[in-house]
């Protein structure tokens, strides 16, 4: 039950939430790559014959992981 016999939230929860906030440092944006290391992969990408499908699909899984890793 998350809330009291007046209809707000609990004051154990409140507790909760509040040293949570206080625990969790801001969030940071750090690149988890060299920009140029990701261009280099799309160049190989580009020049890849026509049936290397899977290396094709693990350079879009590298860029897919690289924006993913940007989010704060």
Do not use: H, Y
């Not at 939430?17 to 440092?25: E, M």
């Amino acid at each position: 039950p998350r809330a009291n016999s007046a209809g707000g939230i609990d004051f154990r929860i409140q507790r909760m939430i509040a040293a949570w906030k206080k625990a969790d440092p801001p969030p940071t944006r750090v690149k988890p790559i060299p920009i140029a290391v990701l261009r280099r992969i799309c160049a190989v990408a580009r020049e890849l014959p026509p049936n290397s499908v899977f290396l094709e699909a693990v350079a879009d899984m590298i860029i897919i992981a690289f924006f993913f890793l940007l989010r704060p």
